[in-house]
C-alpha cells in the first residue's frame, strides 16, 4: 500500500511540477544501504574516489541542490548514479531510495559516527 501511495503521490508532483515527497523510513534505508552501497561507502567513505564521501561537506560540495533540500539531491544521486556510481532507479523503487536518502542524510549529520 505504501509504495502504491508513493507511486501516486509521485505521479501527482509530475504533474504539478513539484518534487516529490515522501515519508521516509531511515532504519530501512539503512538496510538498503548495507545491501548495495556499503561495499563502496562503509562507514560514509568511498573506496573508488576518496573526496567523494558521503560526508556532509562533501555531499555539500559535489551534489547539485544539496543545501535546498538534502534528501531530494542525494536521492537524485543514487537514481540515477554519475561517473562511476552506478545508477539504481531501475534496481531499487522509489520507496527504496527515499529510506536510503533519509538514512544517507541522518548519518552524514551524525558524521557517519
Not at 532504519?27 to 567513505?45: E, K, L, R, T
Request: hydrophobic share 50%; net charge negative; aromatic share 8%.
Amino acid at each position: 500500500m505504501r509504495r502504491l501511495l508513493s507511486f501516486f503521490a509521485l505521479c501527482l508532483a509530475l504533474v504539478l511540477g513539484a518534487a516529490p515527497s515522501f515519508a521516509a523510513d531511515a532504519a530501512h534505508g539503512g538496510q538498503i544501504f548495507s545491501a548495495n552501497c556499503a561495499a563502496c561507502h562503509m562507514g560514509g567513505g568511498n573506496v573508488v574516489n576518496a573526496e567523494r564521501t558521503l560526508k556532509a561537506d562533501a555531499l555539500s560540495a559535489y551534489l547539485a541542490n544539496y543545501e535546498s533540500d538534502h534528501q531530494a539531491a542525494i536521492a537524485y544521486q543514487v537514481t540515477n548514479g554519475k561517473n562511476a556510481m552506478p545508477a539504481f532507479g531501475g534496481k531499487l523503487t522509489e520507496a527504496d531510495i527515499a529510506d536510503v536518502a533519509a538514512y544517507v542524510d541522518d548519518m552524514a549529520s551524525k558524521g557517519w559516527a
